[in-house]
C-alpha cells in the first residue's frame, strides 16, 4: 500500500504464506488419502494394517492445518495494522523529517544534512556522489567531536547548479595517525509519500525512502508565499 501518488505493491499478496501453504496441505493430503483407501483395499484381511498408524498420520495433519489457519489470521491482523499505520502517516506528507540516512533529495537547489564526530579530527570532508555514484561536491569539513548541520546548494565542485534528484553524503574524519573517526549522519527532506511492504512502513523524499525506526523528528515544511505584483 502506497501513499502520496508512489505506486507500489501491496503490502501482502493475494496468495498470501497461508494461503500457499494451506494449498500443499490439501494436496498432501488428498495423497495420503489416495494411498490410504488404496492400501485398505488391497490390505490382507487374515493380517489387517495397523490403525494407529494412520491416524497419528491424520493427527499431525489437523496439527498442521490448525497452525496454517492461525498463521493466516496473524496475517489479517498484521495487514489491519500496517493499513492502519499507513493511514497515520498520511500527516507526515508535506512535512520534513530527520532521519538517520546518507541518501537525501536536492529540491529546489538546497539539501541539509548533519555529522557527528565520534572524537576530535585531524582533517574532515564531505564528499557528494550522485544516483550513478559520480562526485559531484567535496569539500573540507569542521573538526570537532560535535554535530554539525551542514546546507548545500546544489552547486558542484567547478560551480555548476547539480540537478535537483537524489544524492549521496559521505563524511569522513580521520585522526592524526590516519585512522578513520567514527561519524554519524542524518538527512532532512520533504516527506512525498508513505507506504509499506513486506511488513516495513516507510516514508519517501522523492525517490529516498526512510523506514520509520530511523525517523528521529519531523517539523513543518517552509512555506513559500507567492508574491503578488
Do not use: C, H
Not at 494451506?22 to 495420503?32: A, C, W
Not at 574532515?124 to 569539513?141: D, R
Not at 559521505?170 to 595517525?177: G, K, L, P, Q
Request: proline content about 2%; charged content about 25%; cysteine-free.
Amino acid at each position: 500500500m502506497m501513499l502520496g501518488g508512489i505506486s507500489g505493491t501491496p503490502a501482502i499478496d493475494d496468495a498470501s504464506k497461508a494461503s500457499a501453504a494451506q494449498e500443499k496441505l490439501d494436496e498432501d493430503m488428498n495423497r495420503f488419502l489416495i494411498l490410504l483407501v488404496a492400501q485398505l483395499k488391497n490390505q490382507d484381511p487374515l493380517d489387517p494394517m495397523d490403525a494407529s498408524e494412520f491416524t497419528s498420520q491424520l493427527v499431525q495433519f489437523a496439527s498442521v492445518e490448525q497452525q496454517i489457519s492461525a498463521n493466516a489470521n496473524l496475517e489479517k491482523i498484521l495487514n489491519v495494522q500496517q493499513t492502519s499505520q499507513v493511514g497515520d502517516m498520511v500527516n507526515f506528507i508535506d512535512n520534513v523529517i530527520e532521519a538517520e540516512n546518507k541518501e537525501f533529495t536536492l529540491e529546489n537547489s538546497e539539501a541539509e544534512f548533519t555529522y557527528t564526530l565520534d572524537a576530535k579530527s585531524e582533517k574532515t570532508t564531505i564528499t557528494i556522489k550522485n544516483e550513478k555514484g559520480l562526485t559531484v561536491f567535496t569539500t573540507e569539513a569542521e573538526k570537532g567531536a560535535e554535530k554539525y548541520n551542514y546546507v548545500w546548494d546544489g552547486r558542484t565542485t567547478t560551480g555548476s547548479a547539480a540537478p535537483d534528484g537524489t544524492y549521496t553524503a559521505i563524511v569522513t574524519a580521520v585522526d592524526r595517525a590516519g585512522d578513520l573517526i567514527g561519524v554519524e549522519q542524518t538527512v532532512f527532506g520533504r516527506v512525498t509519500g508513505a507506504g509499506a511492504e513486506d511488513g516495513i512502513v516507510s516514508l519517501f523524499m522523492g525517490d529516498v525512502v526512510v523506514k520509520m525506526d530511523k525517523v528521529l523528528a519531523v517539523k513543518e515544511s517552509k512555506k513559500v508565499e507567492a508574491v503578488t505584483p
